[in-house]
Structures are given as structure tokens and as C-alpha cells.
């Protein structure tokens, strides 16, 4: 394990106040928390963009919603998070992970509907999957793999899952085979100051894992509070309830696609919950070789750190951001949320795209953003000739 990661921010230690259970219920069962967004618009339905005016490629980015994403391009695509149940609020104390007994018909149905649109086909029989990139081990982040990997969903032949530690322990208590999970990938993390190790899960696909921490849930009169606050998993074990899943250490991904000759594509940065410096920052000497094209970007509880999303926006410069993990995922489902958009309780959505849209017009540099209802595609057109130096 490398030096920084002993550097874990304070409140992952905190043992939780019962009382914090209580709060969790009366703020995410109360559905007068949610904000509604007054003015940013919300991409609704399948987009094109253009990235730069001459265009010669195209990558696809399909918002599932919270932080799960399928990117594709041509037959290959990478998945993350993958998060379909929307599980509500009112299960904390008895909902569990979602497998194939207990799945509903809609819910099933969705979930197929999804792979059928974006890779054409309801479940990976081609192997198009080569990754499934997991963020931490939230329910949000994690509770559908289980399903997603039996049901055939993930092709066994050839899906390489990546997830920190405390995930590959709970992906072998579900019977997912080592063959199929990444080890080790807390070693490989990029940090400001380590360039950290790529890990290849394709000729023309590769992964960096960057080093973050998780923001607290809540943050009241200074006290930090986390709804499922361990940080590690002592042990591999298999939790009966959702709340009962720790997260491990929380990681931000860079992916790169490829070029025949190796050389950098297209690449994306994915940052499932709002940190501080430095945390979620890769080293520099990486964003020299080739600038993120698409930042993916956690709106929720962004108020409980300081400085986000400014500082991790002018380090990184994308040509773009996608804001996700924006919307209810605690009182409602994908298709409410597809007919009547509504913003996640506890974080003032509207403020996240005022601060936004400041450091942008500061930066003064081009970037544009979009804010993506669940369940929408957007194609992107860009050049992929290199600028000469
Ligand atoms: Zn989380």
C-alpha cells in the first residue's frame, strides 16, 4: 500500500451516532428537502455535441444516473457504477443487495432496455464490456454488480472488473471468479505527486485509478456525518443490509482509449464524490500527455468539502463536463426521475452550477457543461489530430 493512502481524512474514523439514523431517515424520506433547479437546463433527451469545430471521431457517454456511465466507442465500451434499483430510502434498515431472486419485472426490464440501447444487445453476449470501473463500495455504486454479473449482463469471458479492496472482497462473497476481478489496484492510484501505474484491460483501453476520498453525507455545525461510515471492511463478509456496506478506499478513474499506435485517443476523468485537494487529483506529468476531454463529475454533498468544484476544474481543464450523481436517487426510480426531474436531498443543486458556471467564465477557457437527466446518451464528435507543437 502506498505512503498517501495512510493519509485518510479524519471522519472515516468517527464511529457513528445512532442518532444520525434518525437524521438519515428524516432527510432523505422527506421529499420538502429537495431543491428544485430553477435554472439549468436538463439534457432530457439523446444528444449530439461537437467538441471542436473539425470533427473526424465520435465516442458515445450514456448517463445511467447516480455516477454510473457506459462510455463507447466503436464495439468496445468501459461501465461504471453501475446503478439501476434506485433502492428507497425507506429499506436503509432492510433492503439488500439486488440478485436475480429478488429483482422486480420493471426494474429487470429497464435494466435490459439500457444494454439494448447502448451496446445493442440486453445482455454482453459479444464481450463488448471490457471494464467495469467501481468507484467505492456504496449500494449506489456497487448493490446492482451482483445481479449485472449473473445475470449475464457482464460477459464472464471476458469482463475485468476494478475496484478497491473492500470491493473485491464483497465480489468473491457473491461467487463473481478471480479470473474476472483486477488485483491489486490501491498500488496502481495517481496522486499529485505519484504518476501511478496504468493497468491495461484492452489493447486500446486503459484504466489509472486516482486516489480520492468520500465527502460526508451531511455536514452539520462543523460535524462531519457519514451514513455508512466504515472505511475498510476488516473482513470479506456478505452484509444482509444495504447501509451495511462500507466503501473502501474511494477512487476516481482516468480512462484512455487508444489509438493504433498507442497514442491517446479520447480520454475521460470520472470522480464519483465531491473531495478536496488533493485528493482526486492525478499527477500532473499524466494531464501533460494528453488533457481530459470529458470530466464526469459528482455534484452531491460538493457543499461538505471545501473548494469543489472549482480547484479539481482548473487543474484538470476538460474540454467538458458531464455533471452526474445530481438527481433523487433515495424517493424515487429511473423512470419517475426520466418523466419529473428532481434534485438529491441535502445539496442545493442549483448553487453546485452557480459556482460552476463562475469558475468557467474565470477560467475563460471554453469549457462547456451539460447536466444530463438519467438514462440519456450523448454522442460526441471531436478531432482526433494531434496539435502541433
Ligand atoms: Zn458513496
Redesign the pocket.
Known sequence: MIESIKFLPNYYKMKIHPCSYILFLLLFTCQGFTNALKSQPILNKDTVLNLSKDVNDSITIHYIGCSGFFIKKGKSAVLIDPYFSYTNANTYFSGALTNKSNIPVDLKNLIESVFLHVIGDSLDRSGSIKTLLIT?G?Y??YGDVPYLYHSGHLNKDTIKIIGNNTVQGYLGEVQIADRNIIKPVESSVSTPSIEGKWIYVDPKIRILPVLTE?APNLKILGININF?PKNHEQENTRHKYWREYA?GQ?LCYLIDFLNDDGSINFRTYIN??ASNFPYGFPAQVILNQHPVDVTLLCVASFNNVKNYPEDIVKYLKPKHIIACHWEDFLNSSIPELKKKPKTVPGTNVAVFFKRLDKVLSDLNSGISFTLPNVNTTIKFFYSNKKLEK
Open positions: 467505492h456504496h449506489d455504486h468520500h455508512v466503501m474511494t464519483s464524490a
